[in-house]
């Protein structure tokens, strides 16, 4: 048995957090893990930006809520669920990525929690564990599943590493050019012909 392992953002869904700069004007809010491979030090740049700005947990989720799946997202998700068991593993939030999933007709995803007080304001996050990505790959691995993976930025390395098959998809020309080995698809066409070969 297989299962396929693929990151949210950026392969399935754009990117929230882009929407919010988008929204506000924000360009320091365009930031993602392409630009910032550290997560912890990623998070507390946005966090610090919202609170030097005001904004509240309310805009961040009108930004998800306002998007739709990439073009093309929801059928390739289609045809691989119907051909593999499925997990989204994302560094996004359950909070935030609700509204898109039920977009995409519920697929399991696991991710992480953000802390919002009672003035609306952003806190804080609960990461589900320490290289999450990674330790979900294994725990399926320690079940006798195969895994085959797909992402787009440095926060997806230890996922697809730990894969029995890994593929970037449509990464920036800098994660391709720091982790030549992984090979890219560019389009669903081509990430749906890399995980058919993976069923053979």
Not at 173 to 178: G, L, M, Q
Not at 182 to 192: E, F, G, Q, S
Request: aromatic letters at 8%.
């Amino acid at each position: 048995m297989k299962v396929a392992c693929i990151d949210f953002e950026g392969v399935l869904v754009p990117e929230i957090w882009i929407s919010l700069a988008e929204r506000t004007g924000i360009d320091d809010l365009k930031l993602t893990t392409r630009d910032i491979p550290d997560y912890d030090e990623l998070m507390g740049h946005r966090l610090g930006i919202m609170d030097k700005h005001g904004l509240r947990f309310k805009q961040l989720l009108e930004a998800a809520e306002g998007l739709e799946p990439l073009p093309g997202a929801a059928d390739f998700l289609a045809w691989l669920r119907s051909e593999f068991q499925v997990a989204i593993i994302s560094d996004t939030f359950h909070e935030l990525a609700r509204p898109l999933v039920a977009k995409l007709g519920c697929p399991v995803i696991l991710c992480h929690r953000l802390e919002i007080d009672a003035d609306d304001r952003i806190v804080g996050y609960h990461i589900r564990q320490a290289d999450p990505k990674r330790c979900a790959v294994k725990a399926f691995q320690s079940l006798n599943y195969e895994v085959v993976a797909t992402g787009d930025s440095y926060n997806d390395i230890s996922m697809l590493s730990q894969a029995e098959r890994g593929f970037f998809f449509c990464p920036s020309d800098k994660v391709t050019r720091d982790y030549p080995d992984i090979p890219v698809a560019r389009d669903y066409d081509a990430l749906r012909a890399m995980f058919a070969a993976a069923l053979a």
